[in-house]
T-cell receptor, first 113, second 113 residues
Framework: DAGVTQSPTHLIKTRGQQVTLRCSPK?????VSWYQQALGQGPQFIFQ???????QRGNFPDRFSGHQFPNYSSELNVNALLLGDSALYLC????????????FGDGTRLSIL | GQQLNQSPQSMFIQEGEDVSMNCTSS?????WLWYKQEPGEGPVLLIA?????ELTSNGRLTAQFGITRKDSFLNISASIPSDVGIYFC?????????????FGKGTKLSVKP
């Protein structure tokens, strides 16, 4: 039973570029959330997707956008990259919109030069 | 972004000792969760708590959901070297469109053999 998988594991970009990160949820899960984790901090919520729609959004600018596909997988897109976007980007999945706990992937380490 | 107050920030203990860490919030949560994160990996769910006053164990780990719904603690008994890592508390609202996790800054645990 595969857990949450994310790709790529590492990525290096330069300021102003655009990036797409990918996530496949745990089997049986249909809700995907994205988090940004800066060094030495806890994860910060970016947004959540359910039934292919963005259901909730954290305090992140419009440069951060996403998509969920019919097979429940998801993408996170970040435009006009800034140095401050360097972080570990985590994807988490769960079943439904209730109290089921979220399970995390190992993340994508994004470095901006 | 919003973060929970988690303490202590770090702990250096001898193998075999018990560990206690806690988390407080100014907001009421419906769910408290405890995760462990090791280098290069995503957070792994340890314990989920759903009811005020609930006390739940997972092996040597015990966690409680505070009766005010604004705090939680995690205890680790008889620590071993593989307990090393960063422990995060997370609170979750649910109902309506909410469901994102609010994290603490983490407690870094080091265990001396």
């Amino acid at each position: 039973d595969a857990g949450v998988t994310q790709s790529p594991t590492h990525l290096i970009k330069t300021r102003g570029q655009q990036v797409t990160l990918r996530c496949s949820p745990k089997s049986g899960h249909d809700t995907v959330s994205w988090y940004q984790q800066a060094l030495g901090q806890g994860p910060q919520f970016i947004f959540q997707y359910y039934e292919e729609e963005e259901r909730q959004r954290g305090n992140f600018p419009d440069r951060f956008s996403g998509h969920q596909f019919p097979n429940y997988s998801s993408e996170l897109n970040v435009n006009a990259l800034l140095l401050g976007d360097s972080a570990l980007y985590l994807c988490a999945s769960r079943k439904g919109q209730g109290a089921q706990p979220q399970h995390f992937g190992d993340g994508t380490r994004l470095s901006i030069l | 972004g919003q973060q929970l107050n988690q303490s202590p920030q770090s702990m250096f203990i001898q193998e075999g000792e018990d560990v206690s860490m806690n988390c407080t919030s100014s907001s009421i949560f419906n769910t408290w969760l405890w995760y462990k994160q090791e280098p290069g990996e995503g957070p792994v769910l340890l314990i989920a708590l759903y009811k005020a006053g609930e006390l739940t164990s997972n092996g040597r780990l015990t966690a409680q959901f505070g009766i005010t719904r604004k705090d939680s603690f995690l205890n680790i008994s008889a620590s071993i070297p593989s307990d090393v890592g960063i422990y995060f508390c997370a609170g979750q609202y649910y109902g309506g469109s909410q469901g994102n996790l609010i994290f603490g800054k983490g407690t870094k645990l080091s265990v001396k053999p």
